[in-house]
């Protein structure tokens, strides 16, 4: 069964410093991988995607995240965030195979001007 | 195409009430996911349908919980009877195929008092 796992509940940092939020999936085989932000009071967004080819991919509002196969890892990253990043930080995941799409905890981020 | 469509966006409800909870997917899109949000479990996947069919309720909390899909345009997610507990923001996501991202709803925060 696939399962996600989000290091860090809740994070706080100032603006401009960086950011990498870890996520670790469990599934055996092929996946694809999303990272989706939830602003307060709104829904689900697209952040960014993977489905194959380069690991390294680039999202909106200069996020990136990177595949890392051997570690069941896609850490999403942002080099120096803004107070308007404040938000929720989610991590999905679906097996190739099936549609079935299962979300991490979730990670609070919270920007201090 | 106006996204993914909920209704109602809030509901109030005394307990031992039923509930149904509406959702209108993209157009073409032949998946459809229900979510629920809390503040103690995150973001649960409850169940999801392809092509109209329920692929897996495992998520589905209780007998008390129902989800039908009766045509590619609309599926009702229905409580019966409504608890306190079942307090939450649900969410109706839907996705064109299983190696695409999934769209969501603006959501549904049902309270039950």
């Known amino acids: 069964a696939q399962s996600v796992s989000q290091h860090n509940h809740h994070v706080i940092l100032s603006e401009a410093a960086s950011l990498e939020l870890g996520c670790n999936y469990s599934y055996g085989g092929t996946v694809n991988l999303f990272w989706y932000v939830q602003y307060p009071g709104q829904h689900l967004q697209l952040l960014l995607k993977y489905f194959s080819g380069d690991p390294l991919v680039k999202g909106i509002k200069g996020f990136e995240a990177e595949f890392i196969k051997s570690k069941f890892s896609f850490n999403l990253r942002k080099p120096s965030v803004q107070w308007s990043d404040t938000a929720e930080y989610f991590c999905?995941?679906?097996?190739?195979?099936?549609?079935?799409?299962?979300f991490g905890q979730g990670t609070e981020l919270s920007v201090k001007p | 195409d106006a996204g993914v469509i909920q209704s109602p966006r809030h509901e109030v409800t005394e307990m031992g009430q039923e509930v149904t909870l509406r959702c209108k997917p993209i157009?073409?899109?032949?998946?459809l996911f229900w979510y629920r949000q809390t503040m103690m479990r995150g973001l649960e996947l409850l169940i999801y349908?392809?092509?109209?069919?329920?692929?897996?309720d495992s998520g589905m909390p209780e007998d008390r919980f129902s989800a039908k899909m009766p045509n590619a345009s609309f599926s009702t997610l229905k409580i019966q009877p409504s608890e306190p507990r079942d307090s939450a923001v649900y969410f109706c996501?839907?996705?064109?195929?299983?190696?695409?991202?999934?769209?969501f709803g603006q959501g549904t925060r049902l309270t039950v008092v």
């Open positions: 349908f392809n092509n109209n069919v329920p692929i897996d």
């Open positions: 996501a839907s996705k064109g195929g299983v190696n695409t991202e999934a769209f």
């Open positions: 999905a995941v679906n097996a190739r195979s099936g549609g079935k799409l299962i």
């Open positions: 157009s073409g899109h032949d998946y």
